[in-house]
């Protein structure tokens, strides 16, 4: 507060619209509109204000805005944000909601997983494979192979750990 007012007399003087800005943390520019919104009093015609008339049209303002319907409604809004938090909170603690970044990664590993099991197929039944002759016995060992692979890892096993 010193570093706004020198001495006392300061309050006698007018101020400037950057001055009444600084006093009532506004802007020069806020200052001025809320002069032509007549929410403060004219200036002189030298554009100085009228300390005395100006602060208490200041407060008076604020005050308005904060008045019953504006807090009520403020305190609506602070109310449905609390129960919002609060559902997500229990969304959270359920494991309804998780983060993106632990999905991210479980949708990865399982990713991993069937590659690992598909590309380990051939490994496994090629041997079987080239010395069979009948297309249809072929294609069935390679359907149980893959339904296997797949239903294993359904079953939440891991890589390399079908036929063990």
């Given at each position: 507060?010193?570093?706004?007012?020198?001495?006392?007399?300061?309050?006698?003087?007018?101020?400037?619209?950057?001055?009444?800005?600084?006093?009532?943390?506004?802007?020069?520019?806020?200052?001025?509109?809320?002069?032509?919104?007549?929410?403060?009093?004219?200036?002189?015609?030298a554009?100085?204000?009228?300390?005395?008339?100006?602060?208490?049209?200041?407060?008076?303002?604020?005050?308005?805005?904060?008045?019953?319907?504006?807090?009520?409604?403020?305190?609506?809004?602070r109310?449905?944000?609390?129960?919002e938090?609060r559902?997500?909170?229990?969304?959270?603690?359920?494991?309804?909601l998780?983060?993106?970044?632990?999905?991210?990664?479980?949708?990865?590993?399982?990713?991993?997983?069937?590659?690992?099991?598909l590309l380990?197929?051939?490994?496994?039944?090629?041997?079987?494979l080239?010395?069979?002759?009948?297309?249809?016995?072929?294609?069935?060992?390679?359907s149980?192979?893959?339904?296997q692979?797949?239903?294993?890892?359904?079953?939440?096993?891991?890589?390399?750990?079908?036929?063990?």
């Open positions: 507060m010193n570093e706004l007012f020198d001495n006392s007399d300061e309050w006698r003087e007018s101020w400037s619209a950057e001055k009444l800005g600084r006093v009532l943390g506004v802007t020069s520019r806020r200052v001025n509109q809320l002069v032509r919104e007549q929410v403060l009093p004219q200036p002189t015609k554009g100085r204000h009228d300390p005395e008339l100006a602060v208490p049209a200041f407060l008076a303002f604020i005050m308005r805005r904060v008045d019953g319907a504006t807090l009520k409604t403020a305190l609506i809004r109310t449905v944000l609390d129960v938090k559902e997500l909170d229990l969304k959270i603690r359920s494991g309804e998780v983060e993106a970044a632990a999905v991210k990664r479980t949708f990865y590993k399982a990713g991993r997983q069937v590659r690992d099991q380990a197929i051939p490994n496994r039944v090629s041997a079987l080239a010395a069979e002759l009948e297309p249809n016995k072929v294609h069935d060992m390679l149980k192979e893959i339904s692979a797949l239903h294993e890892l359904g079953n939440g096993h891991p890589p390399g750990k079908l036929h063990g």
